[in-house]
């Protein structure tokens, strides 16, 4: 775990508070809530840094979410405090995460989480999954998905389209490039 470790130094620090700046604690605060309301877990909602990685730590929780959205989806929740049994949790929610929609892009890896390396990417995870709450007739946050707008034109209608010249096309209006010269000229 992250406090048996030496305190980074220099760019690996830099770099760590680059990420912990994109923390938000609103954002944190209003997944927690969302967490309590589906899984009606008694947790602490608090979106400091500290509560929300104490909470989510061991990957017991986010099963529980992954079951309230789609029960059976984790068969065996560990709740041994082990390493290696909370990373196998957290492993299962992100691939709940996954089958429920949520972007590859989205998602955090375990030790993001497990090793506090980057708990923005947790609340990210979190609210694009909240988003995709809905499809599971439960309370979702964040803006609501888009729907598709499927369009079905007809042939003539395409056929149409292919005889307009779209201005998006531009129009260089009769220039060249002669006389175009850009720095010194060769002398040979």
């Known amino acids: 775990m992250s406090s048996n470790r030496a305190p980074k130094s220099?760019?690996?620090a830099e770099a760590q508070?680059?990420?912990?700046?994109?923390?938000?604690?609103?954002?944190?605060?209003?997944?927690?809530?969302?967490?309590?309301?589906v899984t009606s877990e008694p947790i602490n909602t608090s979106g400091d840094t500290d509560?929300?990685?104490?909470?989510?730590?061991?990957?017991?929780?986010?099963?529980?979410l992954a079951n309230a959205l789609q029960p059976g989806s984790i068969k065996k929740i560990n709740e041994s405090k082990m390493a290696f049994k909370c990373m196998e949790n957290i492993s299962?929610?992100?691939?709940?995460?996954?089958?429920f929609g949520v972007p590859t892009q989205e998602t955090?890896?375990?030790?993001?989480?497990?090793?506090?390396?980057?708990?923005?990417?947790?609340?990210?995870?979190?609210?694009?999954l909240g988003r995709k709450a809905a499809n599971f007739n439960?309370?979702?946050?964040?803006?609501?998905?888009?729907?598709?707008?499927?369009?079905?034109?007809?042939?003539?209608?395409?056929?149409?389209?292919?005889?307009?010249?779209s201005l998006q096309y531009g129009s260089n209006k009769g220039a060249?490039?002669?006389g175009i010269n850009f720095g010194n000229t060769r002398h040979m």
């Open 10 to 12: 220099g760019f690996a």
């Open 17 to 37: 508070r680059k990420i912990n700046s994109k923390y938000s604690e609103e954002l944190a605060q209003e997944s927690l809530e969302w967490i309590k309301a």
């Open 51 to 64: 509560n929300f990685f104490e909470v989510l730590k061991d990957g017991v929780i986010l099963c529980k």
């Open 92 to 99: 299962a929610f992100l691939e709940c995460a996954k089958n």
């Open 108 to 128: 955090f890896q375990s030790v993001d989480l497990w090793e506090r390396q980057n708990l923005n990417s947790v609340v990210i995870c979190l609210q694009s």
């Open 138 to 165: 439960k309370p979702s946050i964040g803006p609501k998905e888009a729907d598709k707008n499927v369009r079905n034109f007809s042939d003539e209608q395409l056929r149409a389209g292919q005889n307009v010249i």
């Open 176 to 178: 060249t490039q002669s």
